[in-house]
Structure formats: structure tokens, C-alpha cells
């Protein structure tokens, strides 16, 4: 077995010292009762109390006292600490795991995709369109625009994604142009885009402008302004979701209720805690108001990004916000500032591994290279007429020299995820990163990368080097574009996770929780992970680039995710002392291959001591926001004072109502909240 159990016996002289200590010592201890308010019995205890897989704690009992672990051990040592009022929930065999961070995960602007959300708010629907040549998706973008035309009013948004990038690419500029698209719908603004660029039209420029207060800078487009056409996709399309569609005052209150019913279907699967940038202003209102009322479902840890889109002062404003790392609330924290994708990742990522043809290469989206540091293959192309140099991701390179040098001179404290599809961008990253800082206080930075597709050997070692965690995520995507574009003996770069794991690299998974659709198990892409074969088909990577077993897995969406957000201290393990976020699944993780790691889902979610969470299977309750109808199914057959949300749905003051100065009161106050005096 990868773990190992201990003794009952000792497992209550460990009991017995905690409680000593609580009595005797710490003031997080002093004055309260030595008994628990829940305790979780009969259950398979996976603590991941330990960065080893082999040295993780199993036990039979948890034992919480409000929001945190009072007690972990046997059944007999944490019946113990049960008091009358003590609620008791038996696990009935079932594992028991910590709650799951997701280190990579865009709710704030995926909740607005999901079907009942677009219903709420039309303007938010995108239409999709898949063509297999540039002639067959150029007709259906015209078209779907035509019609789309006359279903809208004037002024409302068209907005059309089109597949496969590596055809969309070719359309734009040429094909789809901005005078295209301003003959096909003048009066409404209309936005193209695909994983790699955007086209649009004369209505949307004015939008945007409009809105920020900004003419675009000229690094937006690829030619000129006159063609419409940028290499940038998602400034565009992230914030004519969230700040010009949603983040207007008729649907401003429904976005955030979207928002909030995301957030739960997410805390139904087991993430207790999500990280992201946030792109786009109206995403931290959106955040910020579920925070200040006391209605997140689920910790968010946020990166500030949204002063960098459209702005032409990125240097002198991110030089003057100041470090906010750490910052914030239990449920609402921050991370630092993030500049997000500085390559585009799919087709659009940033290589230095020869394609079969310049097309190929062309297509790529490597940012220019910091003045001072030595990149030779960006200079090379700079060389060759900027040959697939993304003059818009210098940009993002402008705000991440900023933020290294705010670091190095000592005002910034954290520098959290950058989207680093490509081994070229990582380059780039380390290079910049030691150009401007020792390696000790680059150390200190808990510095972390999102993606990791095409990383290289020598980027691995300098990462170990540096205790930089990858956030990794499954996908199919880099194998078809490796296999297509660049040769098969490139395979064993695509997400190379076991070799960084060997390596002793912090490796996390990230993107398994409910963004573009609703998932069935939050295990779906961990048992790719393990068995190789995505949930598409799809063989990934090869087999030395997988994670090696069950424990790791674990331990990689719970324990290993806390420390990159600055709460190792407090989540991602059931450790005395720690934040009581945790799952109990419907059957027993060790003993379930690994090929049907995707039947399990929770049978109870608690963040904080309080069920966001629980399907019948434990005490015949049921409290769950169901995606397909949009409404709440609220089961109690057994009591519970311990539920977040008391009567299901909670009701969410409206927006401009500010800090719950409306009909809903102040919402519900959950017991960790309160304590924190928050």
C-alpha cells in the first residue's frame, strides 16, 4: 500500500496532547469547548498530512469544532469528543478526503456559458461553428451572422467562435475582415474569434472604447486597426461577456446569481476552493459582492489582472496598487497580480520545436522578447519578419517585467499563475525572472505557471531549482497539434508530469472542475491522468508522463494546490488546526481502479464545517442546486444544524444594494465568518 495506518492507541495519546495543548495553550484554543460540533465517523480518512504518498495518514474519524479540525484517529478516540449537541454524521465506509482546489479554473467568466445563464441573459450566446476549409467556415460565419442579425435588436451583440483554430486562423484578415463584418450587421457589434486571434467590427471597436475610456493600442492589431483583425482573443472575448453584456445594470444581479449557481455545482462535485485571474472588471464586482454578503460557496483565490486589459498605463498602474498578497477574507483572498496568457496556447502557443512547414510556425503566438534578456529563438524570428511574434502579447510581457521588477525591488511579495502554454514562453518566463532576481528570493515567490505542454528537460531542473509549482491541465489538444504540426517524436514533451514529479518539481492538476459544461465527478480527467486516455478518446503524451498512482493524484487536487495560494497552513489536508474543508465520496478511493475513478462523486461537501452540499446517501438529506431545471431539490429528513444554506437557495441582495443593505439582510452568516469577526 502507498500509505500507512495508525494505531488507535496512538491515536489518543495524540488526542490527548491536542486537548492538553487546547487547554494549557494556544489562544486559537482558549475559552471554547473541548468538544466537537460534528464529528465524521466510520469513514476511510485519506488525510494527505504528508507531501509523501507513502507516509499519508489513513484514519476512521474527524472530529470538527466549528470551522476547523479539532481532532483526527479512530472511531473510539473521536467518539470521545462528542458532546449532546455534537451533530454525528456516519460515512458509512465510504473515503473521506480534503476538499479540492482546483489551481486553474475561470469561474468567474465560465459560469456565463453554462445553458441556464445564456437563458437568463440571450445577449451572452456565442454561436459555434466548426468548418473543415477556410470556403466552408467562411460561408457559415456569414450566415450565422445574417441570422443572428435579425434575431437581436440594434446595438445588441453578435458574437460567433469558430473551429478548428488552425482554419479559423486562415479566415481572419483575409476572409473576415472588419468591413466584412460591418456590411453583414452595421448596427450591432459583432465579435469573431477562435484560440488564436479575433476579428471585429467597427460597433464592437467603438464598445470597447467606449467602455474603457480608451482608443485600443495599436500592439491589439495584427495589421492595423482598419482590418480589424487581432491576434488577442480573450481581452475581447472574456470582457464583452462580463463587463459590456453582463456587467450592465439590467443583468448585472443575474450574473451574479449565475455566478453563485456555478460556484454550488461546483462545491457538488468537491472543490472547496478555486484560482484565477481576474480578467475583466465586473468579475471582481461579481466576486467582491458574493464575498462581502457572505454567499461564496467556494474559497475563491484571485489574481488581479483586470487593470491590464485596454489599459495604457500598465507600467505606472500596477507599480502604484501595491502588494496584496494574502489579502482578503476566508472565502475571498488574494494572490498577487497575474498577467495571464503572454503565449495563446493550442495553435497559438510559443515553441521552439521545428513544424513541418512556416505556415505552421506563422501561426504561433511567442510575445517579444524583455529588452536585456537573452531569448535567441525570439530574436531569430524577429529576424525573420516576426515570423509568429504576437506584437499584442508584449503587452502582457510589459505587465509581467513590471510585476518581476516590483518583486526584485521588494514591493511584491507573490507573483501567482501565468498561462505558459508553450516551452518558448516558459523561457522566457525563468529567463526574465533570473535576469532581475537570485535564485533565494525567487524561491520565496512561490511562483507558478499554468500549463505545462511543451516543457522541456532543462526548464524542469531550473523549476525544481526555483520551487516553482506547474499547474497542469489534461488535454487532447497538445497531442493533435504536435502530431499534425510538429512530429511524433515530440509526444514525450506534452504535459510531461511524471518526469517533473521524479524530478521533485510541486505538480498540480487544475481544470477539473465545472467550467464550459457541468461535470459528473471532479476524477474525470484524474483517471486520464493515470490511465493516458483522455475522456475524448484521445491517447495523450506518453506513458512516462503520467501521474504514477492514486495517492499522488490525491494529493495533487488537495494538499500540493494549498501552497502555490499561500494557504498550505490552512487547507488541503485534514490536519488538526486546519480548515475543516472536506468530502466524503460515495465508495472507497483506494479500492476503485483507476479506469472507474470517474464514479466517484460526493456524498457531502463541507466548507468550513458547514454542508454546502449532501445527497441522500449518508442521512437521507438532500441540498443541491440542479443544473438541468435551474432550481433547488431541499430534502431533510434527518436534523442538521450545519447546512450553509438552511432553507436551499439563498436570496441574493441585488448589486447595487451594496454590503446587504436590502431586503436580504446581511444573508447567511456562516459559523466561520462570524468567528473571524469578518
Known sequence: MSYINKSASGWARRLLFCAILGLLGGSAWAGQSPYATTIIINGKVITADSDNPKDVTMAQAVAIQNNKILAVGSNEAIKKLSADWTEVIDAKGNTVTPGLIDTHSHLYDTSLGFPWVVQSMPELLEIHLHGNNVDELTSLTKKAIAARRNQVKKGEWIRVGLAPAEVAVKTFGKTITRAVLDALAPDNPVLVSTRGGSVQNTKSIEAFESYYDVKLDPAYWKVDRKLGWSPEYTDFTRCSSIDLIAGTRKNMDKYIRGYFQVMQVNAQIGVTTYKTHIQCEKGWDASV????????????????????????????TYRRIGDWTGDGSKFLFSIGSSVGGIDAGGVGWCTDIPAKSKAIKAREECPPAPEGVDLPFITKRTK?????????????????????????????TGIPGWHTSGEGTLELMQKTYQHYMSDKRLRQLRIESDHCHTVTPAQIQVAARLNWTFSCDISSTPTKVLKQGYGEEYLSRTTPVGMMLKAGVRTVISEFSSQGHVRHSAFEDGKAWITGVTSDGVTWGVPESRVPDKMTLLLMMTRWGAYPLWKNRELGSIEVGKTA????????????????????VPLMTMVGGQVDYEAPGLRGNTLRFN??????????????????????????????SGAAEGDCSTGPIDRETAQAGQ
Not at 458574493?290 to 486589459?309: E, S, V
Not at 474543508?581 to 479500492?591: F, H, K, P, S, T
Not at 432550481?631 to 441582495?653: E, L, N, Q, S, Y
Open 581 to 600: 474543508d472536506i468530502v466524503i465520496l460515495n465508495g472507497d478511493y483506494m479500492a476503485t481502479p483507476a479506469s472507474k475513478l470517474d464514479t466517484l
Open 627 to 656: 443544473p438541468d431545471s435551474a432550481d433547488w431539490t431541499v430534502v431533510k429528513k434527518t436534523p442538521t444544524d450545519i447546512w450553509r444554506w438552511k432553507d436551499g437557495a439563498p436570496c441574493i441582495p441585488s448589486f447595487l
Open 384 to 412: 525573420e519578419g516576426n515570423l509568429g511574434i504576437a506584437t499584442n502579447r508584449g503587452r502582457r510581457v510589459e505587465h509581467f517585467v513590471t510585476l518581476v521588477k516590483d518583486a526584485a525591488d521588494d514591493r511584491l
Open 289 to 316: 459582492h458574493l464575498g462581502r454578503n457572505h454567499l461564496m460557496p467556494i474559497r475563491l483565490a484571485w489574481a488581479n489582472r483586470w487593470m491590464q486589459p485596454f489599459n495604457p498605463r500598465i507600467e505606472e
